[in-house]
């Protein structure tokens, strides 16, 4: 699932970012990625160049929780806070 996983950023690189959300989506009930903090990461990236802002601030703040790492916690934190602030998209940090 890992693999698909990154097979799934491979193809929203080459063919955008919807094309890598439907394979991220077909994911999302696999169990041995339940807990994998970087399916939701993924998924609120591809949300966010999308222009989805509310959902991506929301899978960045589940990610956020499944990690044990403080400072992957804090990106992930502020990718969320960013991707809810319309002031902060404004300047391209999403």
């Known amino acids: 699932p890992v693999v698909e996983l990154n097979r799934a950023v491979a193809v929203a690189m080459a063919y955008g970012p919807a094309a890598g959300l439907e394979l991220v989506d077909a994911l999302a009930d696999e169990p041995s990625l339940q807990s994998y903090p970087f399916l939701p990461a993924v998924r609120g990236d591809l949300l966010a160049k999308l222009g989805r802002h509310r959902e991506a601030s929301a899978e960045f703040q589940r990610a956020a929780s499944l ?22 998209r404004s300047v391209g940090l999403v």
Do not use: F
């Open 67 to 88: 990690t044990q790492n403080a400072r992957d916690r804090e990106l992930l934190l502020e990718r969320a806070d960013v991707s809810g602030d319309p002031n902060m």
